[in-house]
């Protein structure tokens, strides 16, 4: 049955608050399954959402399996097993963790719980895209702070100084990606304490770890050691990224225990299914295998930035699994032909960065496909390389 879109010119879409009525979603990364039904293409490689491409361990898969025998129940509301686990794994009080569906869920909860339309939250200037939606979503005002100029030491990175000076006595969330996505930036441990000094106590700093696990391998600090010093930190983890769930959906924040609270009772009752409590728990005991996708990610991370300046192409300081890079020409025609060659990339139009690409780092075989593609499809966008 066919239904009107707007029957009689009115349509019950309307009638949502004006803050949801105005949002544009949020565009993830292309899925295979779409592009073999759009272009027909096969034999695809997903270098465009920062999926890891080694995956979970055996030992992760099995415990998934055998948790689909009571997949008819209800999972664990409370998610007792994976909050203990982690409070053991962090070494922090069960009361300071609040699961969710992913960290995107607690971005959401964050933002339900502490803003309305008369308050504020800061992030940067391409910032992870989530932070000005989930303002928005609740009236709130966004206010977007420029990002450190082409010409510093953190190009397109966070500027924490001129983040702190624009909180307002209205600031209820500063949103700090440590490292950032889609640039890969990262900001010094003491220009964050800076921040979290001169905020004030009203003001929660949500600082968004989900690249934790590779970006310690780029001197990103570990904000968990400030939390007992600092109650209005809350800190967010995910086991979509290093620890290669990301179609299980966990993520995690740390915070004060009263914090936690407020998330949990705001937390839609089963927001984490049970396969993905299983996994979790399952990844975390098996830290080997997780930091061992770390490195070999990370070891590919270098070669690929060295391969790409040597095709004359500049790409941002990265400590994530991902690299952003400047065609220096619009971006579409050569995300186009990458897409006809059956290699997903991320145009990044969205963040106002028409020029630029985000590539995932992918396994060995498919970071050689890339770029071994790359020329042609900057040939074919007639993009110059500077
Ligand atoms: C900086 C950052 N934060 C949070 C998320 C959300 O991740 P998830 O909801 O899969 O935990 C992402 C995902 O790409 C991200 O890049």
Not at 46 to 64: I, R, V
Not at 249 to 272: K, M, Q, T, W
Not at 346 to 369: E, F, H, K, T
Request: aromatic share 6%; hydrophobic share 45%.
């Amino acid at each position: 049955m066919a239904i009107e879109r707007h029957p009689g010119g009115r349509h019950p879409g309307a009638l949502a608050v004006p803050a949801v009525r105005d949002l544009s979603p949020y565009v993830p990364g292309k899925p295979i399954s779409e592009l073999e039904r759009e272009l027909g293409v096969h034999d695809i490689v997903k270098l465009a959402s920062n999926e890891n491409p080694y995956g979970p361990s055996p030992h992760t898969l099995a415990a998934m399996r055998a948790a689909l025998d009571d997949v008819w129940l209800y999972p664990d509301g409370g998610c007792h097993a994976l909050k203990q686990g982690l409070a053991r794994h962090l070494a922090v009080d069960a009361a300071c963790l609040t699961l969710g569906n992913g960290s995107n869920d607690l971005l959401v909860l964050l933002a339900e719980a502490f803003l309305t339309p008369g308050h504020s939250a800061v992030y940067s200037q391409y910032g992870f895209a989530i932070y000005p939606l989930v303002t928005r979503q609740t009236g709130a005002r966004g206010i977007e702070v420029p990002a450190l100029g082409r010409d510093t030491d953190m190009p397109l990175g966070h500027d924490l100084v001129a983040m702190t000076a624009a909180i307002e006595p209205g600031t209820r969330l500063v949103f700090i990606a440590n490292p950032n996505n889609p640039t890969g930036t990262w900001a010094p441990p003491a220009a964050v304490k800076r921040l979290l000094e001169r905020a004030a106590p009203n003001t929660l700093v949500v600082l968004d770890e989900a690249y934790f696990e590779y970006g310690r391998l780029r001197a990103t600090q570990d904000g968990l050691a400030w939390l007992a010093e600092h109650p209005n930190l809350v800190i967010l983890r995910t086991f979509s990224k290093a620890y290669g769930l990301a179609g299980a959906r966990v993520g995690y924040a740390i915070s004060h225990p009263e914090v936690a609270d407020v998330l949990n009772r705001l937390r839609p009752a089963f927001n984490v299914n049970s396969l993905a409590q299983a996994g979790a728990l399952a990844a975390l005991a098996d830290q080997a295998h997780m930091r061992s996708a770390v490195s070999q990610t990370m070891r590919e991370l270098s070669r690929v930035e060295t391969e790409l300046r040597r095709l004359g192409l500049w790409t941002a300081p990265s400590a994530g699994n991902f690299l952003l890079l400047r065609v220096e020409a619009p971006a579409a025609p050569v995300y186009e032909h990458l897409l006809r060659c059956g290699l997903i990339v991320r145009p990044l139009v969205g963040y106002g960065l028409r020029d630029c690409l985000r590539i995932s780092i992918g396994l060995p075989a498919d970071n050689d496909r890339l770029l071994a593609t790359l020329p042609q499809a900057l040939a074919a966008g007639s993009a110059r390389a500077p």
